[in-house]
Nanobody, 120 residues
Framework: QVQLVESGGGLVQAGGSLRLSCAASGRTLSSYNMGWFRQAPGKERKFVAAISWSYSTYYADSVKGRFTISRDNAKNTLYLQMNSLKPEDTAIYYC??????????????WGQGTQITVSS
């Protein structure tokens, strides 16, 4: 089972930028499709972005054009560059192996996530 540790969150003003990282151990990420998800207070966890093993990318409509997902297989790390942040982006962000826009059903080892707070 892969272990994932998210980092890079923080407090930022609207319009600002942050770069999240997801470091993996236990398994190499190169053969996995990977994604980012977020959970706002009192809401369900939702899909944000995904990148396939062949580097195809997919985004939720709400972040398209503002967020960029990438991966560095040599570092076994997934990234999410977030620009033009909005207060509605406030959430805890998690990474996970994905199938399409869903977490893999056999993935259970969610990390602690990283908190993003965007002030208006």
């Amino acid at each position: 089972q892969v272990q994932l540790v998210e980092s890079g969150g923080g407090l930022v003003q609207a319009g600002g930028s942050l770069r999240l990282s997801c470091a993996a151990s236990g398994r190499t990420l190169s053969s996995y499709n990977m994604g980012w998800f977020r959970q706002a207070p009192g809401k369900e966890r939702k899909f944000v972005a995904a990148i396939s093993w062949s580097y195809s990318t997919y985004y939720a409509d709400s972040v398209k054009g503002r967020f960029t997902i990438s991966r560095d297989n040599a570092k076994n790390t997934l990234y999410l560059q977030m620009n033009s942040l909005k207060p509605e982006d406030t959430a805890i962000y998690y990474c996970a192996p994905t199938i399409a826009t869903m977490p893999r059903s056999d993935f259970e080892s969610w990390g602690q996530g990283t908190q993003i707070t965007v002030s208006s």
